[in-house]
Each structure stands twice: as C-alpha cells, then as structure tokens.
Antibody, heavy 123, light 107 residues
Framework: EVQLVESGGGLVQPGGSLRLSCAAS????????MTWVRQGPGKGLEWVSL????????FYADSVRGRFTISRDNSKNTVYLQMNSLRVEDTAVYYC????????????????WGQGILVTVSS | DIQLTQSPSFLSASVEDRVTITCRAS??????LAWYQQKPGKAPKLLIY???TLQSGVPSRFSGSGSGTEFTLTISGLQPEDFATYYC?????????FGQGTRLEIK
C-alpha cells in the first residue's frame, strides 16, 4: 500500500524557516517524481515544487522560488521542502504527492497524496 | 503561466443528476489536463488524467473530454459521495497550475 506521511509543520514567525519531510512507502520511491502542493485556508490548490526521480532537477512556483528548496534522499525514501524567509501568505496545508507513472518524460499527474501538514506563519 | 478558469465556481444539484464542469485554459495544452476531487479536510483524489482517461478505481459515472483550451468533467448520476470540490490541473508546462475549483453541493 502506498503511503505518504508529511511531518515538520507548525507555527513559525515571518522571516523564519521550517523543513517539511514526506516519508514514502509502498512503492519504489527512487523511480518517481515527487511534488509539493499547498492549500491556503479556504483557498484552492497551488503547486509549489517538483523534483525528478534522481533529485538532479527541480522546478518551483514563482511565489516560492529563491526561498524554498526541494530535495530528496532516496536511501531514506523521503522528500523534503526547506522553507526559508517565510511569509504570512505561505500559511497553508502542504501536501506531498507522487507522480502517476515512473516512465520518464510523461506528464506530471499525481495519484497518491499525503494527508497534509499545516504550516502557519504568524507573529 | 497558463491560467485555468473553471465554471461554474459553485454548483447545486440533486442525487442522480447529470452535471458538467468546464475548465478553460488560457492557451492550448493539448490533452495535458487532469481532474481531482477534494472533500473537506482530505487530500485531493485523482479522477481523470490526459483529459479523458479514468484513473483506476474511479467509478465510470465520471468522464472527461476536451483538448486544446476547453475541457469538461461530467458526472452522470450523482451519488451522495460525489458532493465535493473539483479542480482541473494542467501539466503541459511549468508552472503546473490548477483551476480555482468548483464546489458541488446537494440541492
């Protein structure tokens, strides 16, 4: 059974940092692109970042580029999101998700999602 | 960035109704579109990908169509468990974007 479990969320002051983790199980983690998507309170879904299966390529939304860094440790089946210079508008539930297929160069549809972790940025 | 506009934003319907949600892209995205269902407090669930391919385990009352800039999600014979918020997502180019969502409620 595929499982994705996020951790590391919480309350942080503006300008602070937080690192989210997403522990994966039930599939060959190192073969799959992984992504982070967030949802602000009462708002829609916003894609944040994506990392290739090997970890050598990453993409970011403009709203987080330069502040957030996605990474992965395939030996630990875990993907991370390092969030620096946090702003009030980064307050959201953050989800990690896996790509539908392991086939390279196929579209980034996401079939399994974690339960989400809340990040609150407030003074 | 490719903008996705869903219509309507809110939809009220009854069990057994047939409903259609539209997603329009600001530029052509071929068939690189997915539909997700989200219930309150839960993670999104993939329903349809590549515009019209039903994800494994999703009931056949869900169907998708379209290509280019206009796409539709149709639910034929609404069931109580279908009342949720639906999002389209384009994966044609970065940044990946989602529509603003369509909230489907029981009439």
């Amino acid at each position: 059974e595929v499982q994705l479990v996020e951790s590391g969320g919480g309350l942080v002051q503006p300008g602070g940092s937080l690192r989210l983790s997403c522990a994966a199980s039930g599939f060959t983690f190192s073969s799959y692109v992984m992504t982070w998507v967030r949802q602000g309170p009462g708002k829609g879904l916003e894609w944040v970042s994506l990392i290739s299966d090997s970890g050598d390529t990453a993409f970011y939304a403009d709203s987080v580029r330069g502040r957030f860094t996605i990474s992965r440790d395939n030996s630990k089946n875990t993907v991370y999101l390092q969030m620096n210079s946090l702003r009030v508008e980064d307050t959201a539930v953050y989800y990690c998700a896996k790509r539908l297929t392991a086939v390279p160069s196929t579209p980034n549809y996401f079939d399994y999602w974690g339960q989400g972790i809340l990040v609150t940025v407030s003074s | 960035d490719i903008q996705l506009t869903q219509s309507p934003s809110f939809l009220s319907a009854s069990v057994e109704d047939r409903v259609t949600i539209t997603c329009r892209a600001s530029q052509g995205i071929s068939s690189s579109l997915a539909w997700y269902q989200q219930k309150p407090g839960k993670a999104p669930k993939l329903l349809i990908y590549a515009a019209s391919t039903l994800q494994s385990g999703v009931p056949s009352r869900f169907s998708g169509s379209g290509s280019g800039t206009e796409f539709t999600l149709t639910i034929s014979g609404l069931q109580p468990e279908d009342f949720a918020t639906y999002y389209c997502q384009q994966v044609n180019s970065y940044p990946i974007t989602f529509g603003q969502g369509t909230r489907l409620e029981i009439k």
